[in-house]
């Protein structure tokens, strides 16, 4: 069923598109399943499950950390990770720089901006992200990429709204692309879009989706990790 979930799914891509399957609270069994069945992209949200898996898992996974970053955390995924997509203050990707500089990596990041209702999530407000102040310490890194942003749309079931938040992500990104970013040609990924609401993240311009429910199927919340 992985496999057949996964087919469908990149069949329904457009081309410049990708899929990251999000395997957390899922066994390593799952994630090889979806691996042979040529799944390269895993999205992990617990610093310690993804530390614990990474070793039993074939080393050509590009791993990608997609839960809410804290600085402590770090060292249980940052030698091998190849993007954490929740960077969500100047603190925290001062906290990747260093981490990233003790292990002699450079490390690619997405900006999380935060455009939804819910004042639970996460991110940069976009007046943040436009003033350009804000910005100075990326003139400063050395082992961290910034590669995009990323960002969730409300948690609605009014379509309208998951809309106008994805649009508003992706004019964020056109945004810092024109300006800041302009001429860096690793700049260029928009990470939107889950499993009940990737076909709109999609049309609204939406370069990378993660999907776990859709993939693999429900998940056991009591087996959570932190």
């Known amino acids: 069923m992985i496999a057949e979930n996964i087919a469908s799914i990149k069949a329904s891509l457009p081309a410049g598109v990708r899929l990251i399957a999000v395997s957390k609270l899922k066994p390593v ?3 090889r399943e979806a691996y042979n069945a040529g799944q390269r992209l895993f999205g992990e949200n617990y610093a310690t499950e993804l530390r614990d898996k990474h070793p039993q898992l074939p080393n050509d996974i590009e791993w990608h950390f997609i839960g809410h970053l804290q600085g402590k955390q770090l060292k249980y995924y940052i030698p091998f990770v190849s993007m954490i997509h929740g960077v969500d203050s100047i603190e925290h990707l001062e906290e990747v720089e260093k981490a990233a500089a003790k292990v002699g990596r450079t490390i690619d990041v997405l900006l999380q901006v935060h455009v939804a209702q819910e004042e639970t999530k ?4 976009p007046e943040e992200l436009d003033n350009l102040d804000n910005l100075v310490f990326l003139e400063k890194l050395e082992h961290t990429r910034v590669c995009g942003v990323m960002g969730m749309a409300s948690h609605t079931e009014d379509e309208g709204r998951v809309r ?4 508003a992500i992706r004019a964020i990104f056109d945004r810092l692309k024109a300006g800041p970013f302009a001429g860096c040609p690793e700049f260029k ?13 999609v049309e609204e311009g ?3 989706v993660r999907l776990g429910t859709s993939i693999f199927g429900p998940r056991d ?3 959570k990790q932190l």
Request: no cysteine.
């Open 29 to 31: 069994e799952d994630i």
């Open 122 to 125: 996460f991110g940069f407000l």
């Open 164 to 167: 106008v938040d994805f649009r």
């Open 189 to 201: 990924e928009v990470s939107m879009g889950m499993s009940h609401d990737w076909r709109i993240a």
């Open 206 to 208: 939406s370069t990378l």
């Open 221 to 223: 919340y009591s087996k």
